[in-house]
């Protein structure tokens, strides 16, 4: 009796874990056939698969919601990476402004995902869609500030690209979450 107890809640379980990793799966399968040239499968699976909050997901529009999460925090590390990189005394002025610039942007982002947080959870799709559209901008523009210099290595170009992947797939899954 006891065994069978028992057995029945591991079936439940994996019941669950597997509702959800489907739905990982095959969200992340529309993400990449919608938008190929950004989203990789690959990386949007273990993405929310390295998420537990992901992982207890049950609709798509969970997903937006963890993924905007995972963005703001993303967005609020690379804000103290920057920090970090200004501390440098012989940063060249240059590179200290478009530091400081990138700076700006991130914490512009960190709200905007925020801001595009709430509208979702309201169903106001529109004003969540152009904050969303708003924050992805933000590695480009932070990215664009040390282009001005040839031969300059840019120092956030590993945190750019990842925000960018990042902030897409939650432009992505709103799409999908609104389509139903
Ligand atoms: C941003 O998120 C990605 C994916 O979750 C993670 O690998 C990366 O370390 C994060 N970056 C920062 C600066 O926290
Ligand atoms: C400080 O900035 C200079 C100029 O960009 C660089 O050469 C040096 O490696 C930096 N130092 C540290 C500790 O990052
Ligand atoms: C940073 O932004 C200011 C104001 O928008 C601009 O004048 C400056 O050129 C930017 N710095 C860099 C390094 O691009």
């Given at each position: 009796?006891?065994?069978?107890?028992?057995?029945?809640?591991?079936?439940?379980y994996?019941?669950?874990?597997?509702?959800?990793?489907?739905?990982?799966?095959?969200s992340?399968?529309?993400?990449?056939?919608?938008?190929?040239?950004?989203?990789?499968?690959?990386?949007?699976?273990?993405?929310?698969?390295?998420?537990?909050?992901?992982?207890?997901?049950?609709?798509?529009?969970?997903?937006?919601?963890?993924?905007?999460?995972?963005?703001?925090?993303?967005?609020?590390?690379?804000?103290?990476?920057?920090?970090?990189?200004?501390?440098n005394?012989?940063?060249?002025?240059?590179?200290?402004?478009?530091?400081?610039?990138c700076?700006?942007?991130?914490?512009?982002?960190?709200?905007?995902?925020?801001?595009?947080?709430?509208?979702?959870?309201?169903?106001?799709?529109?004003?969540?869609?152009?904050d969303?559209?708003a924050?992805?901008?933000?590695?480009?523009?932070?990215?664009?500030?040390?282009?001005?210099?040839?031969?300059?290595?840019p120092?956030?170009?590993?945190?750019?690209?990842?925000?960018?992947?990042?902030?897409?797939?939650?432009?992505?899954?709103?799409?999908?979450?609104?389509?139903?």
């Amino acid at each position: 009796m006891k065994n069978s107890h028992i057995s029945s809640l591991v079936f439940f379980y994996l019941l669950l874990v597997s509702v959800s990793s489907n739905l990982i799966q095959e969200s992340c399968n529309k993400a990449a056939k919608l938008d190929p040239q950004t989203i990789k499968l690959d990386f949007c699976v273990s993405n929310f698969e390295g998420n537990p909050k992901a992982k207890s997901a049950t609709t798509v529009s969970d997903l937006v919601e963890v993924s905007i999460e995972a963005a703001i925090t993303n967005a609020t590390s690379i804000g103290s990476i920057i920090s970090k990189l200004l501390e440098n005394k012989s940063l060249e002025s240059f590179e200290r402004d478009g530091l400081k610039n990138c700076s700006w942007l991130y914490s512009l982002a960190g709200t905007c995902l925020q801001g595009a947080g709430e509208a979702f959870k309201a169903k106001n799709y529109a004003t969540a869609g152009v904050d969303i559209v708003a924050s992805i901008e933000a590695p480009m523009n932070c990215e664009d500030q040390f282009k001005k210099k040839k031969g300059f290595v840019p120092p956030l170009t590993k945190e750019n690209n990842i925000f960018f992947l990042l902030t897409d797939i939650s432009r992505v899954f709103m799409t999908i979450a609104q389509k139903g």
